[in-house]
């Protein structure tokens, strides 16, 4: 069974960090690409970073660029988003998504997902 657990979300003031982790199980974590998005109320999905497996290429939004950082731990089947200067219009429910192969950092191209962590940014 495929399993994305999302965990580290929670309330932060404006410009204060979070770590946001993602386990995976029952998929061979080192040959997929690992992505996370994001969904505030009223807006779509949109995809905020993403790891590559083939080399470990990162992608960023432009929203995020300098602000996160996505690694990837193949030893621990872990993805991390580590989340600094934080604003309140990063408050969303942060999702991570796998797949084999991403043509685009977009919702559809990802096969499995996790059920979300909430991110509240406060003013």
């Known amino acids: 069974e495929v399993r994305l657990v999302e965990s580290g979300g929670g309330l932060v003031q404006a410009g204060g960090s979070l770590r946001l982790s993602c386990a995976a199980s029952g998929f061979t974590f080192d040959d997929h690409a690992i992505g996370w998005f994001r969904q505030a109320p009223g807006k779509e999905r949109e995809g905020v970073s993403c790891i590559f497996s083939n080399d470990g290429s990162t992608y960023y939004a432009d929203s995020v660029k300098g602000r996160f950082t996505i690694s990837r731990d193949n030893a621990k089947n872990t993805v991390y988003l580590q989340m600094n200067s934080l604003k309140p219009e990063d408050t969303a429910v942060y999702y991570c998504?796998?797949?084999?192969?991403?043509?685009?950092?977009?919702?559809?191209?990802?096969?499995?997902w996790g059920r979300g962590t909430q991110v509240t940014v406060s003013s």
């Open positions: 998504a796998a797949s084999f192969i991403v043509y685009e950092v977009s919702p559809s191209a990802f096969e499995y």
